[in-house]
């Protein structure tokens, strides 16, 4: 099997972090609109409070939203320049920027399988070995459960040819074994 490199796939990057920004703009297009509070004659009446505390709410959940969607447009930007390796499956196995900093080999993949229509799940017969290495990394708290899932959602292969690649390789491998 030949070294086969994945990486960030620029006009998906792209086209996510323009839709981010564009819903960005929206929300803090309405933030501005409706960044006056209603003026109530009876300033003491509870209805005006009761309407004022729900518009400062409101206005509250735009802002968060309109700073989360720049934040993420940001963010996919900064993932379409991003030109290093994020994938790559050579004849050890399989490497990912979302693993540890080691390899996945093939002899220890169990089983693969689709989670999503972009992510596909690795089981291993040995996870204890690599989840004492990945427990003490940044990354465990905050993804439990999610780190022998590869994401193709926005790199240059299809999650269907990664999934004949990785199903080939094991079934390579259980023959061997036999």
């Known amino acids: 099997m030949e070294k086969i490199v994945v990486k960030n796939s ?10 981010c920004l564009a819903v960005g703009i929206f929300f ?5 609109f409706y960044l006056g509070t209603p003026k109530i004659a009876a300033e003491k009446n509870y209805l005006y409070w ?5 518009l400062w709410l409101a206005m509250s959940m735009f802002w968060l939203l309109t700073i ?3 934040g993420g447009g940001y963010l996919f930007i900064r993932a379409a320049f991003d030109s290093t390796t994020q994938i790559i ?3 050890e196995g399989i490497f990912s920027k979302t693993f540890s900093s080691r390899k996945v080999f093939w002899n220890e993949i169990e089983q693969a399988f689709l989670i999503d229509s972009n992510t596909i799940g690795l089981k291993l017969n ?3 070995k690599y989840l004492s290495e990945i427990k003490s ?9 999610s780190v022998f899932n590869l994401n193709f959602l926005a790199v240059d292969m299809k999650v269907l040819q990664a999934m004949k690649i990785i199903t080939s390789q094991i079934e390579r491998n259980q023959k061997l074994k036999t």
């Open 10 to 19: 620029f006009p998906k990057n792209l086209l996510f972090s323009l839709l």
């Open 28 to 32: 803090a297009c309405i933030g501005f």
């Open 68 to 70: 989360g969607m720049l």
């Open 137 to 145: 990394s940044k990354f465990y708290n905050f993804f439990p459960g």
């Open 50 to 54: 009761i309407i004022l505390t729900f």
């Open 126 to 128: 040995n996870e204890e």
């Open 89 to 91: 499956f050579d004849e």
